[in-house]
């Protein structure tokens, strides 16, 4: 069956502080698609990557890198000095198409805090 | 403006009375998602549309109806609202399936059913 977890439920961290929020996942497919989404206290989910599992190498996006290891099946998510605007619950997501074609499976999320 | 718009963005209701949450986008993507956020749950799919008049069932669809006659909109209707049911509501859209696709989400309706 395919699972996301995100084991963190909430982390807190002062500014600047590097943060890695972790994203296992199950899946019985070769392949498949990971996604992050950011949802502020506004309350929309904002998209900030998509990943399909043929592609192992690590991204960066700025102050963002995701680290992508098939091996362990986990997505992780770091933010390198972190601002108070990072402050947000963030989702990993799963879509596999061979079992579910249109569908993607959240994780609960992690509720991030950055204090000033 | 283009995107993907919710309305209401607030609504209370009471148990017993039916419900819809409207859903439109501007993007024309084949595809469209309705899903609930709850605490505890993360996002959770409660119906999907590939195209217009195309619509399947998600991981909690009993008690809601859906309908896509437009490719643009796509209602979500709670045709008896229970407690349950208070939730914050997502739709999305996305031009490809499969993950293929990302989705993109509307703002969310916060819905409070008493």
């Known amino acids: 069956a395919q699972k996301v977890t995100q084991a963190q439920t909430e982390i807190s961290v002062v500014e600047k502080e590097d943060v890695t929020l972790d994203c296992v996942y199950e899946?019985?497919?070769?392949?498949?698609?990971l996604f992050w989404y950011k949802q502020p206290p506004s309350g929309e989910l904002v998209f900030l990557i998509r990943?399909?599992?043929?592609?192992?190498q690590n991204e960066i996006s700025g102050r963002y890198s995701w680290n992508f290891q098939k091996s362990t099946s986990s997505f992780n998510f770091t933010i390198t000095a972190s601002q108070v605007v990072d402050s947000a619950v963030y989702f990993c997501?799963?879509?596999?198409?061979?079992?579910?074609?249109?569908?993607?499976?959240f994780g609960t999320g992690t509720r991030l805090q950055v204090f000033p | 403006d283009a995107g993907i718009t919710q309305s209401p963005r607030y609504k209370i209701t009471e148990t017993g009375r039916q419900v819809t949450l409207m859903c439109h986008q501007t993007?024309?993507?084949?595809?469209m998602f309705w899903y609930r956020q709850d605490l505890g749950h993360g996002l959770r799919l409660i119906y999907y549309?590939?195209?217009?008049?195309?619509?399947d069932k998600g991981e909690v669809p009993d008690g809601y109806v859906v309908s896509r006659s437009k490719t643009e909109n796509f209602p979500l209707t709670l045709e008896s609202a229970t407690r349950s049911q208070t939730s914050v509501y997502f739709c999305?859209?996305?031009?490809?399936?499969?993950?293929?696709?990302?989705?993109?989400f509307g703002p969310g309706t916060r819905l409070t059913v008493l």
């Open positions: 549309s590939a195209a217009a008049d195309i619509t």
């Open positions: 999305a859209s996305s031009e490809l399936a499969g993950g293929l696709g990302t989705q993109y």
């Open positions: 899946t019985r497919d070769t392949t498949y698609y």
């Open positions: 993007w024309s993507h084949s595809y």
């Open positions: 990943r399909n599992s043929f592609d192992e």
């Open positions: 997501a799963l879509s596999d198409p061979a079992y579910n074609t249109d569908k993607l499976i």
